[in-house]
């Protein structure tokens, strides 16, 4: 018997996202619906060669619906994701809400699987920040080998990363740009087009941007709570897929090759690293691709135990919805839920 899942916020970029990987990894579903705010009731979007009608979240009856997948902003989260929950509906939420409650497992399943079994008081998973997941992907097998001290990282995160507006922006931009029409800013600070903006978020009292916060707060929960991060994270004129460039201290020592036999072994990570012109992943390959990619390994001479590496993924993939779906397959996987009828 398969699952009844629903998709809260179909019909934006990271939902229709959620819907091609369910149908694309089989997940065993008795029924897939689409859910988004009342403007967006009758839209059609697509499951596999099915076109599903978007219905109003605000209508919605979840008492027989098993896993919902919420992708519809951290002010929808909040006010629906605990009544979701109290209906017995697990929730796995893509937003920021409910990343930093301590009795909300936040969840990669290549990094932390275990934590899963904690959802049950609340029924809600958090899904980390796209940069982090990506990143922790890369440093959890390393970390079990030589154990993480301190990580730097400098992120380069595509305009997808900001929605569709975002996209749209960047698209707009770099047509105006080459039929010189004037350039406007609205959904970021300053132009995108054919620039970067080190900002990300809304700015903090330390003078660091919330999504360089994300990324050392869910470091911590999620991978050894002893790790020191600095982040300075950065939006690119890239369309889809976040890169990272990543300085690892060490307490035990850690060769370059090491890294690389362990970085190939492990669960979620493809290894691209030939010392040649193109050698290396970009994030225009990784686009569509659910893997993390790393290049670009080699020791810094300046630290007695440390790395660089270069980390790329499809921030809307294992970022986003496929790492939601494999937090959905871990409680399948993992016998932790079981498909419902009706309530009475």
């Known amino acids: 018997m398969g699952y009844k899942v629903a998709i809260v916020g179909a019909?934006?970029?990271?939902?229709?996202?959620?819907l091609n990987i369910l149908e694309e990894r089989g997940f065993p579903v008795s029924e897939v619906v689409a859910l988004a705010s009342r403007r967006s009731q009758g839209t059609d979007v697509s499951f596999g060669d099915r076109t599903l009608k978007v219905q109003a979240l605000e209508r919605y009856d979840f008492s027989d619906t098993d896993i919902c997948l919420m992708s519809?902003?951290?002010?929808?989260s909040k006010e629906w994701s605990p009544k979701i929950g109290k209906q017995g509906c697990v929730v796995i939420d893509n937003s920021s809400a409910f990343r930093y409650d301590?009795?909300?497992?936040l969840i990669v399943p290549e990094v932390n699987a275990d934590a899963v079994a904690g959802f049950a008081k609340k029924n809600i998973i958090a899904n980390p920040n796209c940069s982090t997941a990506q990143m922790l992907v890369a440093l959890k097998p390393l970390?079990?080998?030589?154990?993480i001290k301190r990580v730097v990282v400098s992120t380069y995160q595509s305009v997808s990363g900001a929605g569709k507006e975002g996209m749209?922006?960047?698209?707009?931009?770099?047509?105006?740009?080459?039929?010189a029409d004037p350039v406007e800013a609205k959904k970021f600070t300053k132009r995108i087009a054919f620039n970067v903006i080190p900002h990300i978020d809304v700015f903090m009292e330390d003078g660091t941007t919330k999504e360089e916060w994300k990324m050392v707060a869910e470091t911590k929960k999620m991978l050894d709570p002893k790790i020191k991060v600095t982040a300075t994270c950065v939006r690119v004129p890239v369309f889809i897929g976040h890169s990272e460039a990543i300085n690892i201290e060490f307490e035990n020592p850690i060769t370059a090759d090491e890294a690389r036999e362990i970085l190939r072994e492990a669960p979620g990570c493809l290894v691209i690293d030939k010392h040649e012109d193109g050698g290396y992943i970009t994030p225009l390959e990784s686009a569509g691709e659910d893997a993390t990619y790393i290049s670009r390994i080699r020791e810094d001479s300046t630290l007695d135990n440390g790395l660089n590496i270069w980390v790329v993924?499809?921030?809307?993939?294992k970022g986003a919805a496929l790492n939601a779906v494999q937090i959905a397959e871990l409680l399948v996987e993992r016998d932790l839920i079981k498909p419902r009828q009706k309530a009475a």
Request: aromatic share 6%; net charge negative.
């Open 11 to 18: 019909t934006g970029n990271v939902g229709r996202e959620m």
């Open 72 to 76: 519809a902003g951290g002010s929808v």
């Open 102 to 105: 301590p009795d909300v497992p």
């Open 143 to 147: 970390h079990d080998h030589a154990t």
């Open 168 to 179: 749209d922006e960047l698209f707009t931009q770099t047509r105006a740009v080459f039929v």
């Open 313 to 317: 993924s499809d921030n809307l993939r």
